[in-house]
């Protein structure tokens, strides 16, 4: 099964932006349905978004406008653009991808902090 490992986190001053990467390996990418979600401190993971194989996205109401998921399946590689960040938005980012079947796999995280 594909491995994931997630990249591009940092500290943000609110209103900027940042693109985070997940890298697949071990796998066939461009079977899994793949996802982005995120855990603040002393709350529950929530999805942000998600991509379909075929490519289709829908987004937590909290982000619609501001980030955008895509995935370049060539690279192996799911990206979420963020923009306009928002202290709320501070949080560890994972990604996860699902086959058809049900299996998930989950990477490790990459944390964002947006505060001034």
């Known amino acids: 099964q594909v491995q994931l490992v997630e990249s591009g986190g940092g500290l943000v001053q609110p209103g900027g932006s940042l693109r985070l990467s997940c890298a697949a390996s071990?796998?066939?990418?461009?079977?899994?349905?793949m996802g982005w979600y995120r855990q603040a401190p002393g709350k529950e993971r929530e999805l942000v978004a998600r991509?379909?194989?075929?490519?289709?996205?829908n987004y937590a109401d909290s982000v619609k406008g501001r980030f955008t998921i895509s995935r370049d399946n060539a690279k192996n590689t799911l990206y979420l653009q963020m923009n306009s960040l928002r202290p709320e938005d501070t949080a560890t980012y994972y990604c996860?991808?699902?086959?058809?079947?049900?299996?998930?796999?989950w990477g490790q995280g990459t944390l964002v902090n947006v505060s001034s």
């Open positions: 991509i379909s194989r075929l490519g289709i996205t």
């Open positions: 071990g796998g066939i990418f461009r079977l899994y349905g």
């Open positions: 996860k991808g699902t086959l058809n079947n049900g299996l998930e796999v």
